[in-house]
Antibody, heavy 119, light 108 residues
């Protein structure tokens, strides 16, 4: 069974760093791509970026380039979304999702990780 | 970058048909995916590549795409279909995914 299990909710202060995770199971982690999607409170879905775990290649939405880093660990089948300095505007639910290749749909999603950033 | 336009809300009576449009420049030339997001839950893929359904998605869900509008159609609407629905495309000009703003479907 394909599963994407995300880490638990986080409460952080502005300026702090954070790394959230998405552990994959039930499929070959290296042969798929893992995307990250942001959903701010009461708002819609926004594509953050993607990692291809096979070679760790990444791509980012222009809106998120330089603001976050996407990482992958093939040994543990886990993808990560990382911030070096959080802002209040990073408060959102972050979903990871699997897709098969470039331009393909997101067929499985994690349950989401709520990140709350306050001053 | 590429913009997808969806109406904020659509209301439909049980048993009737809901049609959710997604507008974009020459969207008929792109592959459109649709996601359902029930309150408090993660999104679920309901239609991909304009009109294909993943396994487990009822035949009541269908999609079409032509010209400047893609449409998700839900026939014989049920209370459990009440959710937000998002369209999605790949923007090849900027090499990134774009989501529509979402449509809230209310079952009267």
């Amino acid at each position: 069974e394909v599963q994407l299990e995300q880490s638990g909710a986080e409460v952080k202060k502005t300026g702090e760093s954070l790394k959230i995770s998405c552990k994959a199971s039930g499929f070959s982690f290296s042969t798929y791509r893992i995307a990250w999607v942001r959903q701010m409170p009461g708002k819609g879905l926004e594509w953050v970026g993607v990692i291809r775990p096979g070679d760790s290649a990444t791509a980012y939405s222009p809106s998120f380039q330089g603001q976050v880093t996407i990482l992958g660990d093939k040994s543990s089948s886990t993808a990560y979304l990382q911030w070096s300095s959080l802002r209040a505007s990073d408060t959102a639910i972050y979903y990871c999702a699997r897709h098969d290749g470039a331009e393909t749909p997101f067929d499985y999603w994690g349950q989401g990780t709520l990140v709350t950033v306050s001053s | 970058s590429y913009v997808l336009t969806q109406p904020p809300s659509v209301s439909v009576a049980p048993g009737q048909t809901a049609r959710i449009p997604c507008g974009g420049d020459k969207i008929g030339h792109k592959n459109v995916n649709w996601y359902q997001q029930r309150p408090g839950q993660a999104p679920v893929l309901v239609v991909y590549d304009d009109s294909d359904r993943p396994s487990g998605i009822p035949e009541r869900f269908s999609g079409s795409n032509s010209g400047n509008t893609a449409t998700l159609t839900i026939t014989r609407v049920e209370g459990g279909d009440e959710a937000d629905y998002y369209c999605q495309v790949w923007d090849s000009s900027y090499n990134h995914y774009v989501f529509g703003s979402g449509t809230k479907v209310t079952v009267l």
